[in-house]
Nanobody, 118 residues
Framework: VQLQASGGGLVQPGGSLRLSCAAS????????MGWYRQAPGKQRELVAT???????NYSDSVKGRFTISRDNAKNTVYLQMNSLKAEDTAVYYC?????????????WGQGTLVTVSS
């Protein structure tokens, strides 16, 4: 099983980006999916999570600006980021709880860099 994240890049403050993360491989079912981020010199932190049924949870720092969504048919999770701030600069990692016919395991994507700067 692999998670492939994409969509990062350089954006000006106030701009928008949309991250995608697609799961592939021996997948029977995916439960929770989410996005985390790690800024330079800081610990990895939760950004947002989404259940298979669409229930969402956001960190206070992104609430109202970011929207997490998923397409279960495509095994993909998205993060729409609006009104970006310099403090949103970080490597963003996707995460998913995946059942591969034998066990549940948590998988991480490789990370995609988001830089917010003028």
């Amino acid at each position: 099983v692999q998670l492939q994240a994409s969509g990062g890049g350089l954006v000006q403050p106030g701009g928008s980006l949309r991250l995608s993360c697609a799961a592939s491989g021996s997948i029977f079912s995916i439960d929770g999916m989410g996005w985390y981020r790690q800024a330079p010199g800081k610990q990895r932190e939760l950004v947002a999570t989404i259940t298979r049924g669409g229930g969402t949870n956001y960190s206070d720092s992104v609430k109202g600006r970011f929207t997490i969504s998923r397409d279960n048919a495509k095994n993909t999770v998205y993060l729409q980021m609006n009104s970006l701030k310099a403090e949103d600069t970080a490597v963003y990692y996707c995460n998913a709880d995946i059942y591969n016919l034998y066990s549940w395991n948590q998988y991480w994507g490789q990370g995609t860099l988001v830089t917010v700067s003028s």
